[in-house]
């Protein structure tokens, strides 16, 4: 079966191909972009190049049936995802106040997805085809894939898998695990038979653990609700069985959610694939507004996935892993060249990275499952952490001379002590490829806090800082960074806040970017804030109330109209 010049979103669609059934359903809480960095249309293409028909159903309507019903029941499964957010994150602030715009929406505009997409998209799913098969995935349900704390309700919550219902939960990075659904599926319609594939989660038991398997028992729910510092010991544990490669297990009321060892990253060549199936990077036609996410990483490129740094507070790296899963140089200047001919081709690569600007290539010279490590790069650069900023240097002054190609950015997501390992690379990326400005993710001055965030000294940020200024001035090009911040972080106190703004006054810098702290289900900083401790079970200072909250992000955003404190409890 050839593959579609897109996926179908409705009856009509289907017909065009000659389609009579779905074999898939996807259900997004985004847009239908057919572009890579849309999960829908990733996933979906990657099964149809397996020879299986899908469907998209994009930013479904939650009060009826008929939208994820349009184009009939699919033979195998459907599988639903929040989107590329958290649908919380996606609709309220820092301080629980509702956001007026969505990015992944036409228009930008809020409210084209429900509160806690997952469990709705899966209720509604279970509404329209009775005893259906349906699959829980993205980046909400992996972070909410265990017993965990929701910031925007102040409770514990349990697995989203029981809230749910949801037959089966995918985490991380999905292509391996649907890919293998659809294979069993296909052969048996016994969902008996879905237990166990890496990448996945279920209600189970321990019988149903391989004999002799490896298994962490995570604290049980109703263990954290006794104990709130159990929670710190539940991340934790989570982290590691992500690290090892092993099962873990967590029991609620009972009942026990069983999480399969994690999916491997794919390899070069299987992402080399991925990435050059037929995708369009056009918004579906039926769209009349534009999608802002999409113009966003219209030009840019995804070179790698995975991120070697594990910051405390970060979702992406805890849902993509830390190893890193790069793609060729082939593949890449394959796709620089194809951009270059589009019609709406303007002549900038405006990214080029993954969750880092700097990981391309990047490998651990040991054994990493072994590894017992939170991060390879702090406290101190890990000495089997192997990076290849010297071939990364070669790789985009190669994309930058790939005819039609006139500048090439990095515009973020460089990781700043890896980068003063290749003074070579460092140097260039001033002189060649910054447009400008440069983002940078300090995040704070404290060393303590640093140290909570899992994030390299503030003495590190000032040696790249300053060599950045040399060679941007030696290059004859004035150019500034743009350091983001972020203020009640866990452990952080009102004069740390105080000792930041002091820093950024004496250099006459105005913030731009700063972020309060907010604490993401899953992350090992919503830990430290829920339960009052560091990971070593040290009690630290937390600002809990959004007066505390409000007061630290006032001090370092001087002049800053505060918003109201609003509590969202659903």
Request: aromatic share 8%; proline share 7%; hydrophobic share 40%.
């Amino acid at each position: 079966m050839s593959s579609p010049r897109l996926l179908p979103t409705t009856r009509a669609e289907m017909s065009s191909l000659g389609w009579s059934e779905l074999d898939i359903l996807l259900v997004s809480g985004d847009a239908y972009v057919d572009h890579p960095s849309f999960g829908s249309a990733l996933l979906g293409r990657w099964l149809a190049a397996q020879g299986w028909r899908v469907g998209i159903a994009a930013q479904p309507r939650w009060e009826t049936t008929e939208d994820v019903a349009r184009m009939g029941r699919p033979r195998l499964f459907a599988g639903a995802s929040a989107g590329a957010l958290d649908s919380m994150l996606a609709h309220y602030t820092a301080f629980r106040k509702k956001r007026s715009d969505d990015a992944f929406t036409p228009g930008g505009k809020a409210g084209a997805r429900p509160n806690r997409a997952s469990i709705v998209y899966t209720g509604l799913l279970k509404r329209a085809f009775p005893g259906l098969p349906v699959v829980l995935g993205g980046v909400e349900a992996s972070l909410r894939r265990a017993a965990h704390y929701d910031f925007w309700g102040d409770s514990l919550r349990r697995s989203i898998l029981l809230d749910s219902k949801a037959d089966l939960l995918v985490y991380g990075m999905g292509e391996r695990a649907v890919a293998e659904i659809a294979r069993r599926l296909a052969y048996s319609p016994d969902l008996l038979r879905l237990r166990g594939i890496p990448g996945s989660a279920f209600m189970g038991g321990p019988e149903d653990l391989p004999p002799g398997a490896a298994c962490l028992r995570l604290p049980s729910y109703e263990g954290l609700l006794a104990d709130p510092k159990k929670l710190m010991e539940a991340t934790l544990s989570l982290e590691a069985q992500m690290r090892s490669g092993c099962w873990a297990l967590q029991e609620h009321a009972g009942r026990a959610v069983v999480f399969a060892p994690p999916a491997e990253p794919l390899s070069t060549d299987e992402l080399d694939r991925l990435y050059a199936l037929p995708f369009s990077r056009l918004p579906h036609p039926s769209y009349r507004e534009a999608i802002p996410a999409m113009e966003m990483i219209r030009s840019s490129v995804t070179a790698h996935r995975g991120c070697a740094g594990g910051c405390s507070f970060c979702a992406l790296a805890l849902h993509q892993g830390r190893r890193i899963a790069s793609r060729s140089r082939q593949s890449l200047l394959a796709e620089a060249a194809e951009l270059a001919r589009r019609p709406d081709w303007d002549g900038s690569v405006t990214d080029l990275g993954g969750p880092s600007a700097n990981m391309w290539g990047a490998r651990c010279a040991a054994e990493p499952k072994a590894c017992k490590r939170s991060s390879c790069l702090t406290p101190s650069i890990c000495p089997h952490f192997q990076d290849d900023q010297a071939g990364l240097l070669s790789l985009l002054r190669s994309l930058k001379s790939v005819p039609g190609v006139k500048h090439l950015r990095v515009a973020s997501g460089v990781r700043h002590d890896l980068a003063l390992r290749c003074p070579d690379y460092a140097k260039a990326l001033a002189s060649e490829f910054t447009g400008g400005q440069l983002k940078l993710a300090p995040e704070h001055s404290s060393e303590a806090v640093l140290a909570l965030m899992r994030k390299p000294s503030f003495k590190v940020f000032e040696r790249y800082l300053s060599l950045f200024e040399k060679e941007s001035k030696a290059a004859g090009k004035e150019q500034y960074v743009i350091p983001y911040l972020m203020s009640a972080f866990p452990g952080c106190t009102d004069a740390d806040m105080r000792a930041l703004a002091s820093w950024l006054r004496a250099r006459g810098w105005k913030p731009r970017q700063v972020q309060c702290f907010i604490p993401v289900p899953g992350t090992v900083a919503t830990a430290m804030y829920f339960a009052g401790i560091d990971p070593a079970g040290r009690a630290i200072k937390v600002a809990r109330t959004d007066a505390e909250r409000l007061r630290q992000h006032g001090i370092l955003t001087e002049g800053w109209q505060m918003p109201r404190p609003r509590r969202q409890s659903r």
